[in-house]
């Protein structure tokens, strides 16, 4: 089945303790991309990848660090989680460019940190 | 400044009824998405268009690129189209509404 998976998918944790989502696609999409959404803010951009080796910042990169090292897998590290980073957080993936091609999301992380 | 712009924020409506929600962006793309979340979280791409009109079930979407402005219309809601819609703009990155929530009563 195509998917886009997210692990974990809910994470409790304390300011200060680096931790990683995993996002992970089936499909051979080069373009993935990491979202946060905050009630009354909607749905921001944190990082995009166009392809293996390439990330780009968006709208709301601070606090946050990528990788696309292989082509089906683009986690979200947070080296120093503050609270103002708890957050519904999406993966998404296309299979070349965001502006022509479906989009496709995981179920998302909902991260709390205390 | 809000590259997208959505509304209304929020909609109720009754079961039957013709449902509109818009969209206008200030950024230049060659094709806009609409995305539904459901309550429980998910998000799904509805449409993806950069010209005239497409249709899925009930749903229809209409853009006017020179306008910068789209439509999402719902015919005969029902309450199992209670859900957010957004309308997304994307450039490489990606530009957000900050969604329309829609409720529809039995």
């Known amino acids: 089945e195509a998917q886009v998976t997210q692990n974990p998918r809910y994470l409790i944790t304390v300011t200060g303790k680096k931790l990683t989502v995993t996002c992970s696609q089936n499909m051979n999409h080069e373009y993935m991309s990491w979202y946060r959404q905050d009630p009354g803010l909607g749905l921001r951009q944190i990082y995009y990848?166009?392809?293996?080796?390439?990330?780009d910042k968006g709208d709301v990169p601070e606090g946050y660090k990528v990788s696309r090292k292989e082509k089906r897998n683009f986690p979200l590290i947070l080296e120093s989680p503050s609270p103002n980073q708890t957050s519904l957080y999406f993966c998404?993936?296309?299979?070349?460019?965001?502006?022509?091609?479906?989009?496709?999301f995981g179920p998302g992380t909902r991260l709390t940190v205390l | 400044k809000n590259e997208v712009e959505q509304s209304p924020q929020n909609l109720t409506a009754q079961e039957g009824e013709f449902i509109t929600i818009n969209c206008s962006y200030s950024v230049g793309i060659s094709a806009l998405h609409w995305l539904q979340q459901h309550p429980g979280g998910g998000i799904v791409s509805l449409f993806m268009?950069?010209?005239g009109k497409k249709k899925h079930g009930r749903l229809i979407a209409t853009i006017n690129i020179q306008e910068k402005h789209s439509s999402l219309h719902i015919t005969a809601s029902h309450p199992r189209d209670s859900a957010v819609y957004i309308c997304a703009a994307p450039v490489n990155q990606f530009y957000f509404g900050t969604g329309t929530s829609l409720t529809v009563i039995p």
């Open positions: 998404a993936s296309s299979y070349y460019r965001a502006s022509t091609d479906t989009q496709y």
């Open positions: 990848s166009m392809n293996v080796e390439v990330t």
């Open positions: 268009l950069s010209s």
